[in-house]
């Protein structure tokens, strides 16, 4: 199923989740935004994923949602397809921002499960209505992050949901424990009960080394560090698996300080702003800034694996 | 503090929660609206209160909720004050809302914590941000419904917002059980650590009897006789215990019966419309329709109403 | 399947979930423990259930739990079938007790599941692995009750149970909202998807009257008037539909008061002690004492109920 | 505060939190049991800490853990303290085995919230009856794992317990994010508002390396090398912070795979016995067993780490 010239089912490597860059005051910064999708292009980075919950999505008004989209869109051009966060609370906001993205060139939409949802038929049936309300020419992919939306869904419902919708276009994994998953689902594809869709994992990438060896088709995650990201599935992709472990390990320190519930977008900004991406590491509220024993933290680990990486380069 | 000529500090008897009326398409239904706001003024209502969950709120697209506001508000007039549910997933949503409806005329606002509140301390400082949201100079209504949204807010926690934030005029409340928190509140105030706002009821008007009795200033429900609940305050604040208890008693099985999660605002619609109140009792997607069971157990409950009325009046 | 000449798949009429009277300083009062059972079975109860939730089970240590059950079995003898609550943390303590007790002459268990469960297959799942502990040679009820549990059993899940475990005999019901799922399991029967169980309803029995209408067998509750649930039921059998109601309806208020969480058994407890039954109304801690002012309108409840009484009588 | 000759409020370094080994049919393995003991004091651990969650606690029966207990009391010995968790769904049960084991010559006991506290004055008021329960001279530690008992606290209420309730001795701190409460709490005592207690973190190790420098006392987890964590926690306390960071990192790669809630317990489990530490990995149900390619994950981690340790000694 293509839309807009992508075919979501076959994607693979990094979908970067991209953060939401404001003015100190709260304000989108426009220039950071561009600067951030011309720094994930530069990555390697396959695609992006915006307006998701790193993304600070629930923090912007409807019409903010609807621009940023369309500016992001427009910058990542055809040669890195945009899927965009369309969870909403109501069917009428998700339709009227699905079908918005889409007229502005978006590869697909993504959809997380609101937390009422308990029961397998629960889950199937929302999202049937999504398609029902979005229409069913809007590639979608399945949100599966069970830590914050407290919904659980098997790996029976995650194949109805993928045979009964043919929209359906991706996984986003981010189950935890989730690697036994990965396996289950391809073992799905491998016995022909399941079609191929693409699957891409979040969780911070915390487990992305284990991951791409599972089935995974890589990573759909806003780890600081992107470039890193696509190496380790290409490495993975070309079989050097101790290679693919040696650079996932050394960034491990930072990665696991960053998927720290909550706190960890101040995490993330800090480095990207770091890092020269964006200007500022601003969230607008709720958040949780960094502490100053927090940034030192962050800068410690920083500074460990830069001169790692020295070592490396220059062995 | 008042607002648009409203102090709700002071606001008792019942401010109903209203519908939003659909047509069988899903369509909001302008004129089922403006005969909503005239049967709950006939009724009795001291005011209303829109855009709850009851309203189904969250399934309106951000301009239909302005635009449902504004024509409610200007129906109901300055006698029959209005207040507007701005929840929303994030402060920007929320300050556009609530600017605009107070803009419009509204009394008030009403503000639910989201589900991820926990300590005593994350629930006050929510309600300080969102009136850093907002503004302070907008009356906001907190929502107590722990049933729905999983949040405990203490006696403690909901004395805490009302000192620390002027702009605080009246609590929802809705807790089960809920009558000790009611004479703790009341009692707060007595001992001067709390001033003193406006207590409604909600839960379906399911303690209601009790409730007046604890000290609440009356109902903020939307259960589908307005006209018995506008009773009921009124026969408690005239101190006639029995006769309140013996017309909410005969109301009970019904009351009961509407206030089923998930389940009932199917109910209240069907009786809505069976009174003629609205033309169509849809709902839109995610809800749950009656069953033609349902449907006959509401109308023999509705006809062992009308009986014991007709033979009240007959006696 | 029997168990100790009791076939549970047919069982219907009221089992009462028994109190656990409790002197003063919170040791058992075996005492009240006897004449508390004889009440029930002057009440008409067609069984007892002991150990639940309301029963303070997770309050008592293991060997008191084998005391009471031993006590409370022989007391009620061959005509009154006792089941026993044996939920527990660990599978080990469930089968010790489970064992103990079918031996000392129990017509089945109940079993009820952990919070942490989330999805269908975790939930058939666990109970397999429940019966692989106790045996298959203990008939089980099920006990499906969200509110408390927060485990989301749908039909099917029950079904699945039902049919893949012969030694599952009854279904507490407590869902709510719970008449749909009553008319889909008795549907499944129809449509031969499903062999036969019982169905007792608890809840407090707030929806007993319609749930006896639905096609449930009876109640099993501990409102602390069983002789009135267990009218309501013959009622209903009877077909005598109009009388059934008025009958329930005269209690609604009260069931309404004594069917709030955690708060509920205070009150269950003091009318009980009220009507007689047990020495004491002392629960052991944790607890929620009833205050001055709901035991005001406890009495005043009580009052208006017998009020109601003495003038059917006289009518 | 002492009891059996320790006082805890001192405690430092590494608390393993044991394991319960099992023969392969289910049955405890004494023998193991006394291995495994051995083995943690020839890693240096200081304490244990047993019949936690990780120690299968809730599957034994009642007569089991006062086993198992007084086995692993008597083979530690005076010299290596035991905190022993007595969390139960009931006060007469915590009691029963807290001054059973305390009479056995544990140092102090570990008590977990009930996962249905939710206000700070609820979770207070909790531990101050479960020290009525079981007695003011049983010393007590604090168990704050959010994400497994859903109770979170604020550090607030953290020292709320510790000043009211003099027999808190300890806090095992496994909150996640974590490390600013650490902060937090040793600011208090900065500050004079809190007594001194120790600080033991948990989850899995998996910020170990920061928590030391926030102020922590040391480790109370039972990740496979508990050598790993006793030296850690010795280097950071001589100040050697980027050996301990060298070391810690090591491990991170496999800390991180054995840190899956759920998951985790057969990598642990998995890993002792490849170290000869117990028999059988088995578990008792419901547990979740490593798969072929789990197993072979976890050799692959552990097989990079042996290089690395190789390496290091080399160097």
Redesign the interface.
């Known amino acids: 199923m293509k839309a807009n010239g992508t075919d979501l089912t076959t994607a693979s490597g990094v979908y970067v989740i991209a953060a939401t860059p404001f003015h100190d005051d709260g304000r989108i910064d426009e220039k950071s935004t561009d600067s951030m999708v011309d720094f994930y292009r530069a990555c390697g980075a396959d695609g992006l994923t915006i307006l998701g919950v790193m993304g600070?999505a629930?923090?912007?008004?409807?019409e903010?949602s609807v621009a940023i989209s369309k500016q992001i869109i427009k910058r990542a051009g055809p040669s890195m397809p945009v899927i965009v966060g369309v969870s909403?609370?109501?069917?009428?906001?998700m339709r009227?921002l699905a079908r918005t993205v889409m007229d502005a060139g978006a590869a697909g939409v993504m959809i997380a499960p609101p937390?009422t949802l308990?029961?397998?038929?629960?889950i199937v049936?929302?999202y049937k209505?999504a398609v029902?309300?979005i229409g069913d020419d809007v590639p979608f992919c399945i949100q599966d992050f069970p830590i914050t939306f407290s919904v659980?869904?098997?790996p029976?419902?995650i194949r109805s949901i993928i045979q009964e919708l043919p929209s359906c276009v991706m996984l986003k994994h981010e189950d935890?424990?989730g690697?036994?998953k990965i396996?289950t689902l391809r073992g799905f594809e491998a016995d022909g009960s399941m079609r191929h869709v693409s699957i891409l994992c979040g969780n911070g990438g915390?487990?992305l080394?284990?991951e791409c060896?599972?089935g995974a088709d890589g990573a759909m995650t806003g780890y600081a560090f992107p470039d890193m990201l696509v190496d380790v599935v290409r490495l993975q992709k070309a079989g050097k698996r101790d290679a693919a472990?040696d650079l996932?390990?050394a960034h491990?320190?930072l990665i696991?300080y960053e998927q720290?519930?909550?706190?960890?977008l101040a995490v993330r900004k800090y480095l990207l702003k770091k890092r020269g991406v964006i200007a500022s590491d601003a969230q607008?509220?709720?958040s949780a800034p960094l502490?100053a024993?927090?940034r030192a933290?962050v800068d410690y680990l920083f500074d460990?694996l830069s001169k790692l990486d020295a070592r490396a380069k220059a062995a």
Chains 1, 2, 3, 4 share one sequence.
């Open positions: 600070e629930p923090k912007l008004a409807a903010e909403a609370p109501g069917f009428a906001a009227s937390n308990r029961t397998d038929d629960q049936g929302y209505q029902d309300a659980v869904m098997s029976k419902v935890w424990p690697l036994e396996s915390l487990f080394d284990f060896e599972r472990h996932f390990d491990l320190p696991r720290q519930p909550g706190a960890g607008r509220k709720p502490s024993k927090a933290e460990r």
